[in-house]
């Protein structure tokens, strides 16, 4: 279930995750660096794959991981081996989800600006299917794949401009939103796409938004899929597939997601009088409540009326505080009851750089380990290098063994980028 950090948590006093000492990866590996739960990514995954199974026969849907949430090879595979499929949004993912292993015929290609280059090497691969944001990219495709002798299955993503109900930056289903067309616009595009010689366009996409807590902006916005879908059938369109989309929230601090039964009861509700194929693309829920940012406490700093508790970790690592406002709890590797308030901040030479205000924490001092939880999602892959610090490593725990699987970047390699032009030197 996409709930709480199962997997992760204290044993006596020392926080674990699975079987491993979290204490033991900061001290093996450095910090900061991410951990991720290898059990509980495949229970995240099973529990999507037995909600759906409830509802429809397994032959009749497909898990399309979204692979921006975390895209980390080694959690790829993990997941290939699950056999989930790849939601991708970048060539550069889809290289990565082919280098995992993951078949084509089981990868969706989703994004708001693919390029002519992607597109092309998307075509070549011979994906699942792409979803098409605008008019002008169907036709591009449709040429790409004329020149290719190719005949690619498309679905056009439509925003049936329902309020997702989650924070601003991440919803994506409003009419002024830049994701999709407008619903009342499908259907004369599905013609257009019928007089075009590259594509077929099997289906309609649909995805409204991340971190959603409630079914009805889900349910609101499917019946509207099911009505186009009705439509478009009339107007002699042959659709044989519906996107669904991602965004089931999980628990950060003291939200309640969606029971994922519940939701395969929406969907079934819905849309499987349709008769369709049904793609998910879940991200978040299957690897946020997987892991944790490991970080070790720099300094205790007595400010103005606050106490600052400086970690190594940044903003860079971690933007999602400083982006969103987001929420990540801060435990103590070391369990204690003494308590202090604090503000939890990083090194970077930001006001922003701010992971919690006012918290209420056990007492700490330089050198103790802290974890900063819930991580497993939209932290590694929006690392940044300001401030000229390295990317973390991250580490991938089963049982009571860990691996390094990737490993933390160097100043070196960063200025290796650099190149200071003869007229400078
Ligand atoms: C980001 C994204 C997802 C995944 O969203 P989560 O909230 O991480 O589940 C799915 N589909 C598309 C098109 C996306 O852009």
Known sequence: MSGKQKNTGYKKNALYMEGVELAHIAETFGTPVYCYSATQIEQNYDAYRKALSSVMDA???TICYACKANSNLAVLRLLQKQGAGADIVSGGELQRALKAGIAPGKIVYSGVGKSEAELTEAIRRGLFQINVESERELELISKIAVKLKKKVPVAIRVNPNVDAKTHAKITTGKKENKFGIDISKAPALYRRAQKLKGVDAVGVAVHIGSQLTSLAPFKRAYARVAELVVKLRRQGNDITRVDLGGGIGITYKDETPPDLYLYALMVRDTILQLGVHVIIEPGR??????????SRVVNVKQGTGKKFLIIDAAMNDLMRPALYGAYHAVLPCKKSSSKTVYDV?????????TFLTGERLPAMKPGDLVALMTGGAYGAVMSSNYNTRPQPAEVLVRGDGCALVRRRQTVEELMGHDIIPDFAA
């Open 59 to 61: 032959k009749n849907f």
């Open 285 to 294: 829920s299957i690897v946020g409540n997987a892991g944790v940012l490991l």
């Open 345 to 353: 901040v990083g090194p970077v030479c930001e006001t922003g750089d």
